[in-house]
C-alpha cells in the first residue's frame, strides 16, 4: 500500500540557506502534519494542514514556512538555516481531522527527511 | 500546556524477558492514545486506543488505556532483540478546529541475547 512519501530524504545545507522538503501523503489523506527531531529528542509537532488550510501551529519557528497544494502534497520551506535546524523532519498524513471526526482515523508517518546544516 | 510522560527513559533486558512500559498524560480534550516504535527511521504505529479497559493485541505486544489514571501501558512478552527501538507514545488532543499529537520522549529499549 502507498505511504507518506518525503524528499529528499537527505539533505545538506550551509548557514543561511533555504531549503525546501516535500511531503506526498497517503492517496485520499486530507490532513498532513510536520514534526521537527533533533538529535536525542522527541519530535516536536510544527505545524498541520487540513483541505490545504493550516489548522494548528506548534513550534514551528518564524524563519519556516509551509504550505498544502490542491493535490494535498505539502512543502516545508526553511530560511536562513542555521546549525540548529539539523533535524529530522517527518511529515504525517491522515484521513479527516477536527472535532467530531470521530477518533478511527490514524496517523501515518513518512520516513523522514534528514536535514543537516554545516 | 499538554504533557505526556514515558517511564522509564531505558530499560535493557535479555531475550525472552517481560517488558511494561509506562505512558501518563495530561491534555486538554482527549481524543486518543498511539504507541509508536521508532528504530533509525520514522516511527512506526503499533495501537490506537480510545476506550479504557480495552486491550489491544498484536502478536507479543499488547496495550490497555486507563483513562481514570490518565495513563497507558505497553507490554512485549518474550522479547526479542529486534524489539531493540524507542518506544513513543503520543496524545491526540483537540480543542475547537485545532488537532495535534503530542509526543513523549520515549522509552529506548535494549533487548541483549
Known amino acids: 500500500a502507498a505511504g507518506v512519501i518525503q524528499s529528499p530524504r537527505h539533505l545538506i545545507k550551509e548557514k543561511r540557506e533555504t531549503a525546501t522538503l516535500k511531503c506526498y501523503p497517503i492517496p485520499r489523506h486530507d490532513t498532513v502534519y510536520w514534526y521537527q527531531q533533533g538529535p536525542g529528542q522527541d519530535p516536536q509537532f510544527l505545524i498541520s494542514?487540513?483541505?490545504?488550510?493550516?489548522?494548528d501551529k506548534g513550534s514551528i519557528p518564524d524563519r519556516f514556512s509551509a504550505q498544502q497544494f490542491s493535490d494535498y502534497h505539502s512543502e516545508l520551506n526553511m530560511s536562513s538555516l542555521e546549525l540548529g535546524d539539523s533535524a529530522l523532519y517527518f511529515c504525517?498524513?491522515?484521513?479527516?481531522?477536527?472535532?467530531?471526526?470521530?477518533?478511527?482515523?490514524?496517523?501515518?508517518f513518512g520516513e523522514g527527511s534528514w536535514l543537516t546544516v554545516v | 500546556e499538554d504533557k505526556v510522560v514515558q517511564s522509564p527513559l531505558s530499560l535493557v533486558v535479555h531475550e525472552g524477558d517481560t517488558v511494561t512500559l509506562n505512558c501518563s498524560y495530561e491534555?486538554?480534550?482527549?481524543?486518543?492514545l498511539l504507541w509508536y516504535k521508532q528504530e533509525k527511521k520514522a516511527p512506526t504505529f503499533l495501537f490506537m486506543l480510545?476506550?479504557?479497559?480495552i486491550e489491544k493485541k498484536s502478536g507479543r505486544l499488547s496495550s490497555i488505556l486507563d483513562k481514570k489514571e490518565l495513563s497507558s501501558i505497553l507490554n512485549i512478552t518474550a522479547t526479542q532483540t529486534g524489539d531493540s527501538a524507542i518506544y513513543l507514545c503520543a496524545v491526540e488532543a483537540s480543542g475547537g478546529s485545532n488537532y495535534k499529537l503530542t509526543f513523549g520522549k520515549g522509552t529506548l529499549l535494549t533487548v541483549n541475547p
Open positions: 494542514f487540513y483541505e490545504k488550510m493550516q489548522s
Open positions: 504525517a498524513s491522515s484521513l479527516g481531522h477536527g472535532v467530531g471526526r470521530g477518533s478511527g482515523n490514524t496517523i501515518y
Open positions: 480510545t476506550s479504557s479497559g
Open positions: 491534555v486538554t480534550n482527549f481524543r486518543s
